[in-house]
Protein backbone atom coordinates (compact mmCIF):
# COMPACT_ATOMS: atom_id res chain seq x y z
CA UNK A 1 0.00 0.00 0.00
CA UNK A 2 1.12 3.16 -1.04
CA UNK A 3 1.59 6.70 1.81
CA UNK A 4 -0.50 8.04 -1.49
CA UNK A 5 -3.40 5.79 -1.11
CA UNK A 6 -3.24 5.63 2.71
CA UNK A 7 -3.32 9.47 2.59
CA UNK A 8 -6.33 9.75 0.32
CA UNK A 9 -8.40 7.06 1.98
CA UNK A 10 -7.95 9.12 5.10
CA UNK A 11 -8.88 12.38 3.09
CA UNK A 12 -12.01 10.48 2.13
CA UNK A 13 -13.71 10.25 5.47
CA UNK A 14 -12.00 13.61 6.82
CA UNK A 15 -14.06 14.94 3.92
CA UNK A 16 -16.87 12.71 4.52
CA UNK A 17 -17.12 13.98 8.52
CA UNK A 18 -15.98 17.81 7.70
CA UNK A 19 -19.05 17.68 4.89
CA UNK A 20 -21.60 16.55 7.67
CA UNK A 21 -20.05 19.08 10.42
CA UNK A 22 -19.68 22.06 8.29
CA UNK A 23 -23.23 20.88 6.12
CA UNK A 24 -21.61 20.89 2.82
CA UNK A 25 -23.77 18.34 1.44
CA UNK A 26 -22.16 18.08 -1.83
CA UNK A 27 -19.03 17.67 -0.63
CA UNK A 28 -20.16 14.96 1.44
CA UNK A 29 -22.14 13.35 -1.46
CA UNK A 30 -19.13 13.55 -3.44
CA UNK A 31 -17.37 10.90 -1.03
CA UNK A 32 -19.42 7.99 -2.64
CA UNK A 33 -19.98 6.33 -5.21
CA UNK A 34 -23.24 6.52 -6.73
CA UNK A 35 -24.16 2.78 -6.54
CA UNK A 36 -22.68 3.15 -2.61
CA UNK A 37 -24.81 0.94 -0.10
CA UNK A 38 -24.82 2.23 3.41
CA UNK A 39 -25.87 -0.04 6.43
CA UNK A 40 -26.24 0.18 10.44
CA UNK A 41 -27.48 3.91 10.53
CA UNK A 42 -31.05 2.03 11.82
CA UNK A 43 -33.08 -0.74 10.17
CA UNK A 44 -33.16 0.36 6.92
CA UNK A 45 -29.95 -0.16 4.03
CA UNK A 46 -29.59 2.88 1.41
CA UNK A 47 -28.90 2.31 -1.99
CA UNK A 48 -27.18 5.00 -3.64
CA UNK A 49 -25.28 8.49 -2.86
CA UNK A 50 -28.67 10.52 -3.65
CA UNK A 51 -30.62 8.61 -1.86
CA UNK A 52 -28.38 8.27 1.59
CA UNK A 53 -27.54 12.44 1.02
CA UNK A 54 -31.46 12.74 1.14
CA UNK A 55 -31.68 10.41 4.37
CA UNK A 56 -28.72 12.77 6.28
CA UNK A 57 -30.05 16.32 4.70
CA UNK A 58 -33.46 15.00 7.27
CA UNK A 59 -31.36 13.45 9.62
CA UNK A 60 -29.61 16.82 10.43
CA UNK A 61 -32.68 18.78 11.04
CA UNK A 62 -32.76 16.97 14.32
CA UNK A 63 -29.52 18.81 15.14
CA UNK A 64 -27.21 21.72 16.07
CA UNK A 65 -23.93 21.57 15.83
CA UNK A 66 -22.01 18.76 15.33
CA UNK A 67 -18.26 17.31 15.64
CA UNK A 68 -17.19 13.91 14.26
CA UNK A 69 -13.66 12.94 15.45
CA UNK A 70 -11.95 10.66 13.88
CA UNK A 71 -8.79 7.79 15.10
CA UNK A 72 -6.59 6.36 13.28
CA UNK A 73 -7.42 4.27 10.08
CA UNK A 74 -6.61 0.59 9.73
CA UNK A 75 -6.82 0.05 5.85
CA UNK A 76 -6.14 -2.64 3.56
CA UNK A 77 -6.14 -2.36 -0.41
CA UNK A 78 -6.44 -4.83 -3.09
CA UNK A 79 -6.07 -3.36 -6.15
CA UNK A 80 -8.85 -0.76 -6.52
CA UNK A 81 -10.41 -1.65 -3.51
CA UNK A 82 -9.94 -0.83 -0.34
CA UNK A 83 -11.21 -2.17 3.13
CA UNK A 84 -11.00 0.43 6.21
CA UNK A 85 -11.87 0.85 9.48
CA UNK A 86 -11.94 3.80 11.22
CA UNK A 87 -12.79 4.60 15.14
CA UNK A 88 -15.39 7.67 15.49
CA UNK A 89 -16.64 9.60 18.52
CA UNK A 90 -19.55 12.14 17.18
CA UNK A 91 -20.58 14.80 19.36
CA UNK A 92 -23.84 16.07 18.67
CA UNK A 93 -26.06 19.16 20.22
CA UNK A 94 -29.62 18.26 19.72
CA UNK A 95 -32.31 20.88 18.90
CA UNK A 96 -34.88 19.70 21.31
CA UNK A 97 -34.53 19.19 24.74
CA UNK A 98 -32.13 22.78 23.65
CA UNK A 99 -28.84 22.16 24.74
CA UNK A 100 -29.06 18.43 25.35
CA UNK A 101 -25.80 16.50 23.16
CA UNK A 102 -25.73 12.86 22.16
CA UNK A 103 -22.36 11.09 22.08
CA UNK A 104 -22.27 8.09 19.80
CA UNK A 105 -18.66 5.97 20.06
CA UNK A 106 -19.02 3.44 16.71
CA UNK A 107 -16.79 2.18 14.36
CA UNK A 108 -16.82 2.78 10.56
CA UNK A 109 -16.45 -0.01 8.09
CA UNK A 110 -15.48 1.13 5.01
CA UNK A 111 -15.35 -0.28 1.69
CA UNK A 112 -13.84 2.10 -0.97
CA UNK A 113 -13.09 1.79 -4.49
CA UNK A 114 -10.92 3.69 -6.85
CA UNK A 115 -13.12 5.58 -9.48
CA UNK A 116 -11.89 6.94 -12.12
CA UNK A 117 -8.34 7.80 -9.79
CA UNK A 118 -10.40 8.77 -6.90
CA UNK A 119 -11.31 6.85 -3.78
CA UNK A 120 -15.13 6.75 -3.25
CA UNK A 121 -17.00 4.89 -0.48
CA UNK A 122 -18.80 1.97 -1.88
CA UNK A 123 -20.53 0.35 0.88
CA UNK A 124 -20.73 1.86 4.39
CA UNK A 125 -21.49 0.20 7.34
CA UNK A 126 -22.31 1.68 11.32
CA UNK A 127 -21.13 -0.03 14.18
CA UNK A 128 -22.57 1.19 17.24
CA UNK A 129 -20.07 0.77 20.58
CA UNK A 130 -22.71 2.84 22.66
CA UNK A 131 -24.53 6.34 23.03
CA UNK A 132 -24.88 8.49 25.70
CA UNK A 133 -27.34 11.47 25.78
CA UNK A 134 -26.45 14.42 28.45
CA UNK A 135 -29.64 16.78 29.73
CA UNK A 136 -29.20 20.55 29.08
CA UNK A 137 -27.67 22.51 31.65
CA UNK A 138 -30.48 24.53 32.98
CA UNK A 139 -29.26 28.21 34.34
CA UNK A 140 -30.25 28.89 37.46
CA UNK A 141 -31.20 32.33 39.04
CA UNK A 142 -27.97 33.07 41.41
CA UNK A 143 -29.93 36.46 42.76
CA UNK A 144 -28.94 36.91 46.63
CA UNK A 145 -32.27 37.37 47.63
CA UNK A 146 -33.63 34.05 46.11
CA UNK A 147 -34.10 31.59 48.98
CA UNK A 148 -32.41 28.24 48.99
CA UNK A 149 -36.26 26.82 49.55
CA UNK A 150 -37.70 28.49 46.31
CA UNK A 151 -34.51 27.37 44.44
CA UNK A 152 -34.89 23.86 45.88
CA UNK A 153 -38.83 23.64 44.28
CA UNK A 154 -37.67 25.26 41.33
CA UNK A 155 -35.16 22.12 40.60
CA UNK A 156 -37.45 19.42 41.69
CA UNK A 157 -40.11 20.69 39.83
CA UNK A 158 -38.15 21.28 36.67
CA UNK A 159 -35.53 18.72 36.37
CA UNK A 160 -37.60 15.79 37.78
CA UNK A 161 -39.31 15.83 34.74
Known amino acids: MSAEDRIAL ?10 VDDRD ?5 ACFAEDCEIV ?3 DKTYNGARAWREYVEG ?7 TQHMLGPQLATIDGDT ?3 RTDVQALHYLMEPEGSTLTLWATYLTRMRRIEGEWKI ?16 VALDTRPNWAFGRLSTWVLTHLSN
Request: net charge negative.
Open 40 to 42: GFG
Open 25 to 29: LDQYE
Open 10 to 19: QDVMLRYTSG
Open 82 to 84: AEC
Open 122 to 137: ARHELVSRGTKIDSAW
Open 59 to 65: ALTRFGA
